[in-house]
Every structure is written in structure tokens, then in C-alpha cells.
């Protein structure tokens, strides 16, 4: 396994599916999942979606500036750190933002969801 190559593949997929069809993303969690939004955690696959799907903004486009991985324990995870910025539908200026993945295999061969960690950068 190549955690770059993983990486890459991961982010590529996860961004063009946020930005096209948001409720597509729940195959990427599982129940065990968690996701951390602006301080606030949520679990399990469905609740993730579901906060995904109501966030107060229909459109976006995410311009990714870095991707930086490392292999993760002996399970074969793989921890993704992303940094860009997200333009709204309709907003002038962009925000800066930061998102962690840690991301374990599946017994078919891809990978999952395990922890994602999201934060608008303000300063």
C-alpha cells in the first residue's frame, strides 16, 4: 500500500463527492465513525450524513492547497491532513480550511472513515 497513492485517490473522490452529491459520501463512514465539525463530534455514519446534508449552504467548491499523509499502525491505516479553501455559491471571498482523515482498510480492500476532523481557519 502506498499512502500516498491512497491519499491522493481519497481526497480526489471525497471533495468531487462533497461538492456534487453530499448524501453520496455515507459509504465512505461506518457506525464506529466519528466526525468532529467546528468542535462539535458526531457518530456513525447517518448522523454524519445527515449533518453533512443540512449544512446551511446548497453549493461549494473546495480548491485543495496540501495534502499531507502517514502510514498509520500496524492495521494499515492511513491519517490525511488537508488544508484549502471552500467558495460558497454566491460569496465573494473564500474560506480557509483544515480537515484530518484518519482512514483504516475494510476487508474488501478500500478504506473507510474512521475519524474526520474539520475547522474553518480564521486567522
Partial sequence: MDPDAVA???VDHYYRTFDG???ALGGLYQDAS???FEG???QGA???VAKLT???FQQCVHAISTVDCQPS???GGVLVFVSGSLQLAGESHTLKFSQMFHL???PQGSFYVLNDVFRLNYA
Fill in 73 to 75: 499502525g500496524p492495521a
Fill in 104 to 106: 483504516m482498510p475494510t
Fill in 34 to 36: 466519528m466526525l468532529t
Fill in 40 to 42: 462539535v463530534k458526531i
Fill in 8 to 10: 491522493k485517490a481519497f
Fill in 21 to 23: 452529491n453530499r448524501a
Fill in 54 to 56: 443540512t449544512l446551511p
Fill in 46 to 48: 447517518a448522523a454524519i
